[in-house]
Structures are given as structure tokens and as C-alpha cells.
């Protein structure tokens, strides 16, 4: 079986682009008979960026409730939180010892904290905890832990992927083949989804639409896509526009070649965008209820991730033990 892994950090409530780069794609690989799902909550990742222990607490709640309402069979995958298997710190310290030092220089999302120290004037590693700076090695062990064939992920995260890959490689290098090399699976449109302001949708540029908005709030979070001053019969250019490029990772082929020609004709941004909330809405209405069902029964929850703990530490625990053996970390005699 092709063992198929994916995280999501938490540290804020899951939005459009989380679920169409990442949930999305990956319950759909869940219900493929060859794939052996592993789905978790990455909330020692969170503990980088966000200092706030209520909203990681109700982060991690929130994405559990969202995975769960989206339909994850927990049967079938192994739905856990990251934070619960102790081996996954153990297989950091063991990755940190084979990762040079110039791989996480080049790491993106710590080159842009670099590049923003000296945007401002400041000493580069101001503000830079070695979080940040080692976040791909964690990353890494989240995925060989488990020995994951397949990590569906938005485009932002291949880098990660790919070092993934290269610390495995060095590891089996030195010890023997123990890791598979994992590949990322990125969608085609939803490489990287954009947000409120057409920059990436990211909990970071605070321009996010939250997947499970109760309804209104969602037509009026939907209404804030910022278009520009075409009026209604003035041809608009789809290729460049948030609304069509959302509407284009929720439509079929053929709603997405309709609504190309209305943008030519010149549909109305209003209508535009009250077609665009018909149709998430319809989309996700179900799983809305199952939703707020859910965060009102925390214990069902919090019962289903230590179900999941169980499952996945009977995996990593004698795999663990395997990669201790082969660094020389055993006992004596
Ligand atoms: P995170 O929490 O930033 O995002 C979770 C997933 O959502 C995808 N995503 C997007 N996809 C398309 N368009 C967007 N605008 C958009 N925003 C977010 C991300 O690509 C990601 O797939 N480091 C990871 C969490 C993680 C992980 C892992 C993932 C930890 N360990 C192991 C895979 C395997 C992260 O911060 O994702």
C-alpha cells in the first residue's frame, strides 16, 4: 500500500486554500482502496509561530472538527496529533545530526524572515527563533516517521518535501536504506490559492476565507474579493482575477468554460461573486453542520485522536526502534 501523509499547522481556523491544497486532495486519496492514509494536527509545529496557548489549543480543535466533518473515515486512516507521538521529537534529534546546515540557509520561509529583518533595517536573525530555522527537519520527521510515499500539499510546501527527501537520502546513505523518498502531489489550480487581497490566502497576510463561515458570513467574506473598477458589461479578464481563480478550484471543467464566457461578457463582479457563494456554499453546507455539531462535543474529538495516537505509535514506536539500532544507540552487551 502507498501510505499517503499530510499536516496542517494550528494555528488559526482552516480556510479555503488549506482545504482545496491539502484536505481536499487528500480525503479523495483516503478512499483510494491502495492507500494507507496518514492525516495529522502539527501543533509542535504551531509553537514556532504563534506564543498563544488558547489558540493553539482552539486550532487544533477546530482542524480536528474540520478533517472529521469533511468526511475522514478514522477507520481507515490514521488521524492523530503530532504532539502525541513521542517518537516523532526523538526522529528530529537523530534527522538534525544528518541535515547540513546550508540545506536550512536556503529554506524559504526562513530566507523571508531574513529578508524582512533587512527590509526593516534590523540585525537578519532578529526575532528568528531556531524553530523557524530547523522547521524543515521536524517537518521531515513528521513525514519519514511513517515512511510516507505521497505528501499532498500546496505548492508552498514542496521545498519542504524536497528536503525531506534529502535528509532521508543522506540517512540511508550512512545507515542503509531505511527511508522511502517521499514525493509531494500538488493540484493543478490549487497550487496556491489566493486570497482576500489576490496574494496567497494565508493565515499570516490575516486575508483568509475560513472554510466553515456560517452562511452570511461567508457571502460577505466572499463580497470582500477585491475586483478591480470593471462595470457590469465591461469584458473582465479571468486569468487574472481571485474570483474567477477560486470559482476554477471548486467548478467542474465545464462550469469553469461557462463562467470564462460570462467573465468575456461581462458579467457583474456582485453576480460573479454570488454565484462563486452558491457554489462553495452548496459544497460544503453538509459539512458545516457536522462541523459545529462536532466543536459542541469536544470529548468525541479528543476520543478520536487518541484512537489515532494508538494507531500511529504502533507504527512509529518499532520503526523507532529499528533507527536507533542502526545509528548505534542500543544496549550495552
Ligand atoms: P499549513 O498549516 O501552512 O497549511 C496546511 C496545508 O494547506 C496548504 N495551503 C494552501 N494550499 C493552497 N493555497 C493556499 N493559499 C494554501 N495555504 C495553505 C499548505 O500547502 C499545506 O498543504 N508545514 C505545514 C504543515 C506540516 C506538514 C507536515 C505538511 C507539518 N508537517 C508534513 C505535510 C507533511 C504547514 O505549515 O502547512
Redesign the pocket.
Known amino acids: 500500500k502507498q501510505r499517503v ?5 494550528t ?1 488559526g481556523t482552516p ?1 479555503l ?2 482545504y ?3 484536505i481536499r486532495p487528500a480525503i479523495a486519496a483516503s478512499q483510494e482502496e491502495n492507500n494507507q492514509p496518514f492525516y495529522f494536527l ?1 501543533d509542535y ?1 504551531a509553537l514556532i509561530k504563534c506564543q498563544d496557548p488558547e489558540q493553539v489549543h482552539q486550532s487544533t480543535q477546530e482542524i480536528a472538527a474540520t478533517w472529521l466533518a469533511l468526511g475522514l473515515d478514522s477507520d481507515n486512516a490514521v488521524f492523530y496529533r ?1 504532539s502525541d507521538i513521542v517518537e516523532i521529537p526523538e526522529l528530529t534529534w537523530l534527522l538534525t545530526c544528518q541535515t547540513a546546515k546550508g540545506l536550512m540557509n536556503r529554506a524559504h520561509a526562513y530566507k523571508a524572515a531574513v529578508d524582512a529583518n533587512r527590509d526593516d533595517g534590523q540585525d537578519s536573525d532578529f526575532g528568528i527563533n531556531m524553530g523557524l530555522y530547523s ?1 524543515p527537519i ?2 521531515a520527521a ?2 519519514l516517521m511513517f515512511n510516507a510515499h505521497k ?7 514542496i521545498q ?2 524536497e528536503m525531506a527527501r534529502d535528509i532521508a537520502a543522506r540517512f540511508n546513505h550512512h545507515y542503509g536504506e531505511h527511508f522511502v523518498l517521499p514525493e509531494a502531489v500538488v493540484g493543478e489550480h ?6 482576500l487581497d489576490g496574494r ?4 499570516s497576510y490575516g486575508n483568509t476565507i475560513p472554510l466553515f463561515l456560517p452562511e452570511k458570513k461567508l457571502k460577505k467574506h466572499i463580497n470582500k474579493i477585491k475586483t478591480n473598477l470593471l462595470e457590469p458589461g465591461e469584458p473582465k479578464d479571468p486569468d487574472t482575477s481571485t474570483v474567477f481563480q477560486i470559482w476554477q478550484a471548486f467548478a467542474t471543467p465545464e462550469q469553469t468554460a461557462e463562467m470564462r464566457k460570462a467573465f468575456e461578457d461581462g458579467i457583474a463582479w456582485g453576480e460573479a461573486k454570488k454565484q462563486l457563494f452558491e457554489l462553495i456554499n452548496g459544497q460544503i453546507g453538509e459539512a458545516r453542520e457536522r462541523y459545529e455539531a462536532l466543536l459542541a462535543n469536544p470529548a468525541q474529538i479528543e476520543l478520536e485522536l487518541e484512537k489515532g495516537a494508538e494507531k500511529a505509535r504502533a507504527y512509529a514506536a518499532p520503526f523507532l526502534a529499528k533507527l536507533r539500532e542502526a545509528v548505534g544507540i542500543r544496549k550495552i552487551g
Open positions: 501523509l499530510t499536516g496542517i499547522t494555528t480556510h486554500g488549506n482545496v491544497g491539502a502539527a509545529h503530532q522547521y521536524l517537518m513528521d513525514i505528501v499532498p500539499v500546496g505548492k508552498d510546501q519542504h518535501i490549487v497550487a496556491v490559492l489566493q486570497g496567497k490566502m494565508s493565515k
